[in-house]
């Protein structure tokens, strides 16, 4: 995509470019209206009365299934919109039409072939079905459970039949379609059972063979008595290791104690001892039992003297064996070590055992799987088959006739309709065809264009002239009042504005990029502007190989002027030519020279511009156009301020573009650029038109 059309499409869309683009191209439209009008008075003069004949089909939205339990082979319910577009495909579809044909006999059909234009007594099926698909169509009713089938044909009756022969042999087809997935599912289930029925048995003989080379009646058994083993060393190895850790922090602590009876018995190592334990037991028990005897005997009564004296037998016999607990934890800390390791190594020979069991496991209980899976596919296949057995004689079909054709209509369009279809599409046809060409127009139509492609201001923008071309020459001076004179007006302000950067603007120079654009009608004018105002202006013809200002000024005569200045053959007082426009002098291109860009590079016009600034306010000067030649390109550097003068709807925008480009690596960019030939609207001025032919040969190009 080039950058213009990039910038087109980035634009809003203008309905006014539209308008105006259609009305300068009202030819167009025209013709293709008149198109429109031809092709609608063909039609209605070859069209013949078509009659349309309708057969429904309903499509039954939940089926009720004769036996509930039983599961249908063949799915028939239509659950949703899409199942519903395949069965109307199926109905538009070459396959159907041709199973249509065969059941109606439609290739031997004298009515039907009559009917399609057809004077043969016979063709093939193939031909008779795309011409039947072409009379029938199938269309869904949105919302419903209906589907039309529409038959169009010339003849009354043959539209009946066709309609209701596609509804009754759609009927067919499906009952067909779910008998031969009938058929071919109870062929397949039977292959399905031999085929599981073998492998069943093969599982079961692996299973067999497996517990005769295992001598195991049962694995899950074994593997519920080996866990429940391994169960339970494992919880005595860990009581037996937190026992150990409790006789070691025990003797620790005895170790580093007092080792008084109340300290030891704090201890759990100690106090549990068996022999300790009992001890405290007994003692607790005579202290109870003394409290009583003190309670009813003195102290030398012999029951108070034997209840003391035991008691005091069972503390000293406990004393003795605590001032023994270090020896006694030592012996328990070894005997519990050595219980320990055997409960680890019984341990490690249930876990022995338990992984031998469950390695035996693994093949057991794949081949306990496998004969499960096999026996419930087996099952699962045998009841499935009983089903289709079942259901072959089943004929419940989701679809039903819910309405044959009747009397066929008419539906052939009337003429005031063709005609009017007719000249609305020849309408439309014109003015696409004449939005089309505006649209790939690639030249400057609009102010915005030249503006948005230069990146320079248009100055002014000059309205097309029409007219003879006296009238179109000097407009700034025989027109006034003119639109034109006026537009001149405006560039004059523009251009002769005060700048920052330059205090006075003195010299100027127009220009364009190609031949015919109008740029010796807009140096002219200007400078008849410039006069206007009062100020001495000179309008020099600096264009030596195709000069323009002698055709406005001196009747196309060849006077003295530039080329002879240049050359040395004559002074500038000499060549100069009065106009009748006051204030405005001309210096003509002069006699032909052979090598214009010699002479105006020569430092001789530098010097021509500097005398020629002594005696008048304004200089003008009419340059080739950029592109043609070199010539301005020389000029260039030596004037004040540039303009480009642009041609509507001639000028292309890659040759602006291409001429901004040379002007611009001859460090002479554009002041600005002057919108020529734009064409009016309703006394304002439009931006959009037809292209203008442009004038005869210039610069050995016909332009």
Same mark, same amino acid.
């Given at each position: 995509?080039?950058?213009?059309?990039?910038?087109?499409?980035?634009?809003?869309?203008?309905?006014?470019?539209?308008?105006?683009a259609?009305?300068?191209?009202?030819?167009?439209?025209?013709?293709?209206?008149?198109i429109?009008?031809?092709?609608?008075?063909?039609?209605?003069?070859?069209q013949?009365?078509?009659?349309?004949?309708?057969?429904?089909?309903?499509?039954?939205?939940?089926?009720?299934?004769v036996?509930?339990?039983?599961?249908?082979?063949?799915?028939?319910?239509?659950?949703?919109?899409?199942m519903?577009?395949?069965?109307?495909?199926?109905?538009?579809?070459?396959?159907?039409?041709?199973?249509?044909?065969?059941?109606?006999?439609?290739?031997?059909?004298?009515?039907?072939?009559?009917?399609?234009?057809?004077?043969?007594?016979?063709?093939?099926?193939?031909?008779?079905?795309?011409?039947?698909?072409?009379?029938?169509?199938?269309?869904?009713?949105?919302?419903?459970?209906?589907?039309?089938?529409?038959?169009?044909?010339?003849?009354?009756?043959?539209?009946?039949?066709?309609?209701?022969?596609?509804?009754?042999?759609?009927?067919?087809?499906?009952?067909?379609?779910?008998?031969?997935?009938?058929?071919?599912?109870?062929?397949?289930?039977?292959?399905?059972?031999?085929?599981?029925?073998?492998?069943?048995?093969?599982s079961?003989?692996?299973?067999? *063979?497996?517990? =005769? &080379?295992? +001598?195991?009646?049962?694995?899950?058994?074994?593997?519920? !008595?080996?866990?429940? %083993?391994? @169960? $339970?060393?494992?919880?005595?190895?860990?009581?037996?290791?937190?026992?150990?850790?409790?006789?070691?922090?025990?003797?620790?602590?005895?170790?580093?104690?007092?080792?008084?009876?109340?300290?030891?018995?704090?201890l759990?190592?100690v106090?549990?001892?068996?022999?300790?334990?009992?001890?405290?037991?007994?003692?607790?028990?005579?202290?109870?039992?003394?409290?009583?005897?003190?309670?009813?005997?003195?102290?030398?009564?012999?029951?108070?003297?034997?209840?003391?004296?035991?008691?005091?037998? *069972?503390?000293n =016999? &406990?004393? +003795?064996?605590?001032?023994?607990?270090?020896?006694?934890m !030592?012996?328990?800390? %070894?005997? @519990? $070590?050595?219980?320990?390791?055997?409960?680890?190594?019984?341990?490690?020979?249930?876990?022995?055992?338990?992984?031998?069991?469950?390695?035996?496991?693994?093949?057991?209980?794949?081949?306990?799987?496998?004969?499960?899976?096999?026996?419930?596919?087996?099952?699962?296949?045998?009841?499935?088959?009983?089903?289709?057995?079942?259901?072959?004689?089943?004929?419940?079909?989701?679809?039903?006739?819910?309405?044959?054709?009747?009397?066929?209509?008419?539906?052939?369009?009337?003429?005031?309709?063709?005609?009017?279809?007719?000249?609305?599409?020849?309408l439309?046809m014109?003015?696409?065809?004449?939005?089309?060409?505006?649209?790939?127009?690639?030249?400057?139509?609009?102010?915005?264009?030249?503006?948005?492609?230069?990146?320079?201001?248009?100055?002014?923008?000059?309205?097309?002239?029409?007219?003879?071309?006296?009238?179109?020459?000097?407009?700034?001076?025989?027109?006034?009042?003119?639109?034109?004179a006026?537009?001149?007006?405006?560039?004059?302000?523009?251009?002769?504005?005060?700048?920052?950067?330059?205090?006075?603007?003195?010299?100027?120079?127009?220009?364009?990029?190609?031949?015919?654009?109008?740029?010796?009608?807009?140096?002219?004018?200007?400078?008849?502007?410039?006069?206007?105002q009062?100020?001495?202006?000179?309008?020099?013809?600096?264009?030596?190989?195709?000069?323009?200002?002698?055709?406005?000024?001196?009747?196309?005569?060849?006077?003295?002027?530039?080329?002879?200045?240049?050359?040395?053959?004559?002074?500038?007082?000499?060549?100069?030519?009065?106009?009748?426009?006051?204030n405005?002098?001309?210096?003509?291109?002069?006699?032909?020279?052979?090598?214009?860009?010699?002479l105006?590079?020569?430092?001789?016009?530098s010097?021509?511009?500097?005398?020629?600034?002594?005696?008048?306010?304004?200089?003008?000067?009419?340059?080739?156009?950029?592109?043609?030649?070199?010539?301005?390109?020389?000029?260039?550097?030596?004037?004040?301020?540039?303009?480009?003068?642009?041609?509507?709807?001639?000028?292309?925008?890659?040759?602006?573009?291409?001429?901004?480009k040379?002007?611009?690596?001859?460090?002479?960019?554009?002041?600005?650029?002057?919108?020529?030939?734009?064409?009016?609207?309703?006394?304002?001025?439009?931006?959009?038109?037809?292209?203008?032919?442009?004038?005869?040969?210039?610069?050995?190009?016909?332009?």
């Amino acid at each position: 995509m080039t950058p213009e059309q990039e910038q087109m499409q980035g634009e809003s869309f203008d309905w006014r470019e539209c308008y105006n683009a259609v009305r300068s191209r009202l030819w167009i439209v025209g013709l293709g209206l008149i198109i429109g009008c031809a092709a609608a008075a063909i039609i209605v003069s070859r069209q013949q009365n078509m009659y349309e004949a309708r057969a429904v089909v309903f499509i039954a939205e939940k089926q009720s299934p004769v036996l509930d339990s039983v599961k249908p082979v063949v799915d028939g319910q239509f659950r949703n919109a899409d199942m519903i577009n395949t069965m109307v495909d199926v109905l538009g579809s070459y396959p159907f039409a041709l199973r249509v044909v065969d059941r109606l006999k439609l290739n031997n059909d004298t009515a039907f072939l009559k009917s399609a234009s057809i004077d043969e007594k016979r063709v093939p099926p193939e031909r008779a079905a795309r011409i039947l698909g072409g009379m029938v169509r199938a269309r869904y009713r949105e919302g419903t459970r209906l589907v039309d089938i529409t038959a169009t044909n010339r003849v009354a009756a043959e539209a009946q039949i066709l309609a209701n022969g596609y509804a009754e042999e759609y009927l067919r087809y499906v009952f067909d379609q779910r008998a031969d997935a009938t058929q071919t599912a109870n062929q397949s289930l039977i292959q399905e059972a031999e085929r599981l029925r073998g492998k069943m048995r093969t599982s079961e003989e692996a299973m067999q *063979s497996f517990r =005769e &080379r295992e +001598r195991t009646a049962s694995l899950e058994n074994m593997q519920e !008595e080996a866990q429940t %083993k391994l @169960t $339970e060393v494992t919880s005595r190895a860990t009581k037996l290791e937190d026992k150990l850790l409790q006789i070691k922090r025990d003797l620790a602590a005895a170790r580093i104690g007092t080792n008084s009876p109340e300290d030891l018995l704090r201890l759990p190592s100690v106090a549990n001892d068996p022999k300790v334990a009992a001890l405290t037991a007994s003692i607790s028990e005579q202290e109870r039992n003394m409290g009583l005897v003190v309670q009813r005997y003195r102290a030398k009564h012999p029951s108070y003297v034997s209840a003391k004296t035991g008691l005091q037998f *069972s503390i000293n =016999e &406990r004393s +003795r064996i605590l001032k023994d607990a270090i020896n006694v934890m !030592e012996t328990a800390f %070894k005997q @519990t $070590e050595v219980q320990l390791d055997q409960a680890r190594q019984t341990r490690i020979e249930y876990e022995k055992q338990m992984l031998g069991v469950t390695a035996k496991s693994i093949d057991y209980n794949d081949l306990k799987r496998e004969l499960e899976t096999d026996s419930a596919m087996y099952n699962a296949v045998l009841e499935r088959l009983k089903e289709v057995d079942v259901t072959r004689s089943l004929s419940d079909t989701p679809v039903q006739i819910h309405q044959l054709a009747d009397e066929p209509t008419v539906t052939s369009s009337s003429p005031p309709k063709t005609i009017a279809a007719g000249i609305f599409g020849g309408l439309i046809m014109g003015i696409a065809i004449a939005i089309g060409l505006h649209l790939f127009d690639q030249t400057i139509k609009t102010i915005d264009e030249a503006e948005h492609i230069s990146g320079l201001s248009v100055f002014s923008h000059v309205p097309l002239i029409k007219g003879p071309k006296s009238k179109r020459g000097l407009v700034a001076f025989t027109q006034r009042d003119g639109a034109a004179a006026e537009a001149f007006r405006t560039l004059r302000a523009s251009l002769t504005l005060p700048d920052s950067a330059m205090d006075e603007r003195s010299v100027f120079l127009f220009t364009s990029p190609l031949p015919a654009e109008g740029k010796t009608f807009a140096s002219s004018n200007f400078a008849v502007t410039l006069s206007q105002q009062n100020l001495r202006t000179l309008l020099i013809d600096a264009d030596l190989r195709r000069p323009g200002l002698s055709r406005l000024f001196l009747a196309e005569k060849q006077n003295a002027g530039l080329a002879d200045v240049l050359s040395g053959s004559l002074p500038l007082e000499a060549a100069l030519t009065p106009t009748e426009i006051p204030n405005l002098t001309v210096l003509s291109a002069g006699h032909s020279a052979p090598n214009p860009s010699e002479l105006l590079s020569t430092p001789a016009f530098s010097k021509l511009l500097t005398e020629a600034l002594k005696s008048f306010d304004r200089v003008v000067i009419d340059s080739p156009p950029c592109m043609a030649v070199s010539d301005t390109l020389l000029l260039a550097p030596r004037v004040d301020v540039c303009c480009l003068v642009v041609r509507a709807f001639a000028t292309p925008k890659g040759v602006l573009k291409r001429a901004l480009k040379i002007l611009g690596e001859a460090n002479c960019q554009p002041a600005g650029i002057v919108l020529n030939c734009l064409p009016p609207r309703n006394g304002d001025y439009y931006y959009y038109y037809s292209s203008i032919p442009r004038g005869s040969e210039v610069y050995g190009e016909t332009v």
